[in-house]
């Protein structure tokens, strides 16, 4: 091979060989980049000290404070029911609304009255006998002492003395038996006199007049049927007042309680019904329609005697006055039967408290941005929770920021980014000082 041939075959291998020498040379170390800190933007809400109101929501049905069933204490036919006796209407106080057939209640009361007109009759008989009576006695027992005087004399037999003498125990006999008649006659009129105020009692029991004011619920009977004892004919609400029993769950009522004091030696210190201040608690019955909320100012009235088995709830009662009155038509609706409401009990503000979102709890916990910006897990003591916003007892200052939004990972001392939800802080403070809008 030519040695021009051979300088083109070690060319290339030559070049590669002197490439490869001038990268080695050229080539600098590689730079070591320190990795930045990830920081993870949060929404937080300051801790913030608010005069917390105390308020607790149940719920309940209507009822009236008074009802009347109009159940039939005498049997007969009904002979008459006025229109106003449907279900529905307003009855003022004493309107007649229904009559069963009296006629045989006013033959009874007839009767006793004629023999009480008859025992009247005899009395005055058998008084004036007795008078006549007492007079020949008194002329008998003159009689007789006349007669003993002449007997001492010796001027009358026995015989004849003996014989005035029988004559006037008979006298004696009569004058007894009439004022045996008579007292006989008194217990007889006494027990007249009761079966007429008998009759009498069944004779007005024929009427049915509204006790009260009110608001026919249910009408069970119809004019010409027969009304028998014991049978309910119609039935009633008072307009008066309404009543809630509003059910609460066990414990929920503590906030309310809290700083009351009770009465010594009572059983248990969360017993509404031993505290002195349970009655002045305020109360507010809501109706919650499609369009609008509808509330009536309400007064707690007592507890309810008993816990619902199936729900473990206890009961207040509160009281709506003059529901009716209180009604305007198109704007609040009259509270009737069986409405299904919303109850809020609440008490005066009891002092400044710690408050926080509830959303901020994570098992007895909260998420604080700590010094430098920096993640800690605190633990808090909760007194109680109000809607959306939690009082705590102890764990937190004011002015500390706990976190509201989600971390996944949490991880203690991770560096955050914290940004201030103003509205959920606006809808915290509402919720603890009852300012919420229904």
Request: avoid cysteine; charge should be positive.
């Amino acid at each position: 091979m030519s040695w021009g041939k051979r300088w083109l075959f070690l060319l290339p291998v030559v070049l590669a060989a002197a490439v490869l020498v001038v990268s080695f040379r050229i080539k600098s170390a590689p730079s070591r980049d320190s990795a930045a800190e990830r920081v993870t933007p949060v929404r937080v809400v300051g801790v913030v000290a608010l005069p917390v109101v105390p308020r607790v929501t149940g719920y309940g049905a209507t009822r009236a404070a008074r009802s009347w069933e109009a159940v039939a204490e005498v049997a007969g036919p009904v002979t008459w029911v006025s229109d106003a006796l449907a279900g529905g209407r307003l009855v003022p106080a004493g309107t007649q609304l229904l009559r069963i057939d009296e006629s045989r209640y006013r033959l009874a009361l007839t009767q006793i009255e004629a023999q009480l007109a008859a025992q009247g009759v005899r009395d005055r008989a058998t008084r004036a006998s007795l008078a006549i009576e007492r007079r020949s006695q008194e002329l008998a027992r003159a009689d007789l002492d006349r007669k003993r005087r002449l007997e001492a004399r010796g001027a009358l037999p026995a015989a004849a003395l003996e014989e005035a003498e029988r004559a006037f125990l008979r006298g004696e006999v009569q004058v007894q038996s009439l004022s045996n008649a008579l007292s006989v006659s008194a217990a007889e009129r006494d027990v007249l006199e009761v079966q007429k105020a008998v009759a009498a009692l069944d004779l007005e029991r024929t009427r049915f007049s509204a006790p009260f004011d009110v608001r026919i619920v249910e009408r069970h009977v119809d004019a010409a049927r027969y009304a028998n004892k014991g049978q309910l004919l119609f039935s009633g609400d008072a307009t008066d007042a309404v009543e809630v029993v509003a059910r609460f769950p066990i414990g929920r009522l503590e906030p309310l309680l809290r700083g009351m004091d009770v009465t010594a030696g009572s059983a248990a210190v969360n017993d509404p019904a031993t505290s002195p201040g349970w009655h002045r608690l305020r109360a507010v019955v809501r109706l919650r329609t499609p369009t609008r909320v509808v509330q009536w100012p309400a007064r707690v009235d007592r507890m309810a005697g008993f816990i619902d088995p199936q729900t473990q709830t206890q009961g207040v009662v509160v009281v709506v006055d003059d529901p009716y009155g209180k009604a305007k038509p198109g704007e609040r609706p009259p509270l009737v039967r069986n409405t299904q409401v919303e109850v809020e009990l609440r008490r005066d503000a009891v002092g400044a408290s710690l408050v926080i979102p509830a959303v901020a709890l994570q098992h007895e916990a909260v998420r604080v941005v700590g010094a430098e910006g920096r993640l800690e897990i605190r633990p808090v003591v909760v007194a109680y929770l109000l809607g959306r916003a939690a009082v705590i007892e102890s764990g937190l200052v004011a002015g500390e920021r706990v976190v509201v939004s989600g971390l996944q990972p949490a991880v203690p001392g991770m560096a955050l980014e914290p940004v201030d939800d103003d509205r959920l802080a606006a809808d915290v403070e509402a919720a603890a000082t009852g300012r919420s809008a229904p």
